[in-house]
């Protein structure tokens, strides 16, 4: 059964920077593109970042690049989303996804994704 357990939410100040985690289980790390996507309320859920399978390439949406690191740990199996200089528009709930798609080409759309976690909240006070 695969598991993917995100952590490392809260509240946060405008500026502050703040760590996540998803923890994977049940399938095999290495073999899988990771991605974060985050869902503001009653919006839908839209691509943050996303991760090859070895690490060798990433992708970010144009609203987080330059503030926010993908990155992966292979002997934790655990991808992180590093946000730095939060702002108040980054506050959402923040999923990881794992894709079983090893292409050339990182998925940005949820329904590419074959496993979800129950997400986390962020939320970026100003």
């Known amino acids: 059964q695969v598991q993917l357990v995100e952590s490392g939410g809260k509240l946060v100040q405008a500026g502050d920077s703040l760590r996540l985690s998803c923890a994977a289980s049940?399938?095999?790390?290495?073999?899988?593109?990771m991605g974060w996507f985050r869902q503001h309320p009653g919006k839908e859920r839209q691509f943050v970042a996303a991760?090859?399978?070895?690490?060798?390439?990433?992708n970010y949406a144009d609203s987080v690049k330059g503030r926010f690191t993908i990155f992966r740990d292979y002997a934790k199996n655990t991808v992180y989303l590093q946000m730095n200089s939060l702002k108040p528009e980054d506050t959402a709930v923040y999923y990881c996804?794992?894709?079983?798609?090893?292409?050339?080409?990182?998925?940005?759309?949820?329904?590419?994704?074959?496993?979800w976690g129950q997400g986390t909240q962020v939320t970026v006070s100003s």
């Open positions: 991760i090859t399978w070895n690490g060798g390439a990433t």
């Open positions: 996804a794992a894709d079983r798609w090893t292409g050339a080409t990182l998925h940005i759309s949820p329904v590419q994704y074959d496993y």
């Open positions: 049940g399938l095999t790390f290495s073999n899988y593109d």
